[in-house]
C-alpha cells in the first residue's frame, strides 16, 4: 500500500523539460547550439509573475528539490525540509522553481548526453562551463516561463556562487539573493580537494579518456573514491564521531582473532561511494568541480569584492554555519563585509550547528527560523 505523504510536502511532482534551439554562447568562447533544461515546480505562479523564486543547486544537486515523484519514494527531494507549505520558502506563497544545470547528468544536457554532431556521448568534449553560464541557461529558463524578475534567487554552496553571479550579471532581474554556506571564491584547500577527488576519477582503467560511456562501461572506483573525499569535507568531525565513533562493524581487537577490522565509518563511506558512483556521472563531476573551482566573483573588477557588488541592487541574506570547514563562517563575513562597502542592504546570519557543510541541507530550528522571517518579508505583490 502506499504511504500517505505528510501534509507540508509540496506532494508529488514531475519532472518537466524545455529544449532550447537558440545557441548558448559559453565563457569559454565555444557555442552550445542548442540544449535542455529540465526543472520541477512548486506553487502557483501569480497574475503578476512577481512571486518566483529560483532555486539554484550545488555540485551534486538536480531538480528534483521537494516533493516526491511516487508515492513509494523513500525519500523526498533534496531540500524538502525547506520547501513546501509553511516551510521557509512556502509554497503557499511562492511559486518555485528548481532546475538541473546544464553539464548535469539527471536530463539537462551534459557529458552524457548525445552530441548531435557525433551521434555519440559528449563525454570529454563536452564544453567546459563556468558558473556564468549556468546564469545564463537560467536566465534563458526564466525567459521561457515568462518570468521577468525573481522574487529571489536562493542557493547553498555552488547555489550561492550561482545566486551572486545572478545579482551581478541580471541586477535587475533579481529583487532578493540569498546565499547560504558559500564564498567568492574557492581557497587553495578547497581546490585541492577538488584536485584530489578529479585525479581518483582520471586514474581509474575504466575512465578511459572519458570515453567510457562508448565502450560500455563506467569509472565506478574512481567515482567512488571522488565521493568519499568530497564527503568527508562536507562533514565535521563531530558530526561524524557522533554517528560512528570508533565503532566496529566487523572483525575485532583481541589478541588472537586473526580477521579483517572494518570501522563503521569505513563501511558507511563505501557505501556512499558506491550509491553515488551509480547515479553520478564521472565527466560532470570533473566538468562541474572544475567550474567551482574556476569561480571569482570579483576577478573581473581587478580582484575588487566592493566593486563587484556595487553591480547588484538586490537585498541580500548571507548564511553561514559555525562547524563548516568548506566553506567557514569567515568566507561569508568577507561576502557581508564586501556588500557592506558598496552599500548594499545585507543580513547575515551564522548559525550554530555540529553538522559542517552539509548543515546547510539539514533541519536546524534556528536556521529555519532565519530562513523563514527573511522569507517573509519579501513582498510578492
Avoid at 80 to 99: C, E, Q, R
Avoid at 287 to 308: G, M, Q, S
Wanted: hydrophobic share 40%; with cysteine.
Amino acid at each position: 500500500m502506499s504511504k500517505s505523504l505528510p501534509a507540508d510536502s509540496v506532494g508529488l511532482v514531475t519532472p518537466q523539460s524545455i529544449h532550447f534551439t537558440e545557441p548558448l554562447p559559453l565563457a569559454s568562447g565555444r557555442m552550445l547550439d542548442s540544449y535542455t533544461l529540465m526543472y520541477e515546480s512548486y506553487g502557483e505562479l501569480n497574475a503578476s509573475k512577481s512571486n518566483a523564486v529560483l532555486i539554484c543547486h550545488a555540485l551534486s544537486g538536480h531538480h528534483h528539490a521537494a516533493g516526491y515523484h511516487s508515492p513509494d519514494d523513500r525519500k523526498p527531494g533534496w531540500w524538502d525540509s525547506y520547501i513546501g507549505p509553511g516551510k521557509p520558502i512556502d509554497t503557499n506563497k511562492f511559486f518555485v522553481v528548481a532546475l538541473n544545470n546544464i553539464g548535469g547528468c539527471h536530463g539537462s544536457t551534459g557529458p552524457s548526453s548525445i552530441n548531435p554532431a557525433t551521434g555519440k556521448p559528449w563525454g570529454p568534449d563536452f564544453p567546459k562551463l563556468r558558473v556564468r553560464d549556468w546564469v545564463s541557461s537560467q536566465a534563458a529558463l526564466a525567459d521561457k516561463l515568462g518570468i521577468d524578475v525573481w522574487a529571489a534567487v536562493i542557493g547553498g554552496s555552488l547555489g550561492g556562487m550561482q545566486a551572486m553571479r545572478w545579482a551581478l550579471e541580471y541586477p535587475d532581474r533579481v529583487r532578493h539573493c540569498v546565499v547560504i554556506a558559500s564564498a567568492m571564491k574557492l581557497t587553495a584547500q578547497n581546490i585541492a580537494f577538488n584536485e584530489t577527488a578529479r585525479q581518483a576519477i582520471i586514474a581509474d582503467p575504466n575512465f578511459l579518456g572519458g570515453r567510457y560511456l562508448e565502450h560500455n562501461t563506467l569509472p565506478r572506483d574512481g567515482l567512488s573514491v571522488a565521493r568519499m573525499i568530497g564527503h568527508i569535507t562536507y562533514l565535521s568531525d563531530y558530526a561524524m564521531g557522533k554517528k560512528f565513533g570508533r565503532d566496529l562493524r566487523s572483525g575485532s581487537f583481541e589478541l588472537g582473532i586473526d580477521e579483517p577490522i572494518e570501522f563503521q565509518i569505513e563501511s558507511y563511506l563505501r557505501y556512499q561511494g558506491d550509491t553515488f558512483a551509480n547515479t553520478f556521472d564521472a565527466n560532470s563531476y570533473l566538468l562541474i568541480t572544475k567550474a567551482l573551482d574556476y569561480f571569482d566573483l570579483a576577478r573581473e573588477y581587478n580582484d575588487d569584492p566592493v566593486a563587484a557588488f556595487s553591480q547588484a541592487k538586490a537585498k541580500f541574506l548571507v548564511i553561514s554555519f559555525s562547524t563548516d570547514w568548506r566553506f567557514s563562517p569567515e568566507r561569508s563575513r568577507e561576502i557581508v563585509n564586501a556588500l557592506m562597502g558598496a552599500n548594499k542592504a545585507v543580513s547575515y546570519a551564522d548559525i550554530e550547528s555540529n553538522f559542517g557543510h552539509d548543515a546547510f541541507l539539514l533541519p536546524n530550528a534556528r536556521y529555519q527560523q532565519v530562513f523563514s522571517r527573511y522569507l517573509a518579508g519579501i513582498d510578492t505583490e
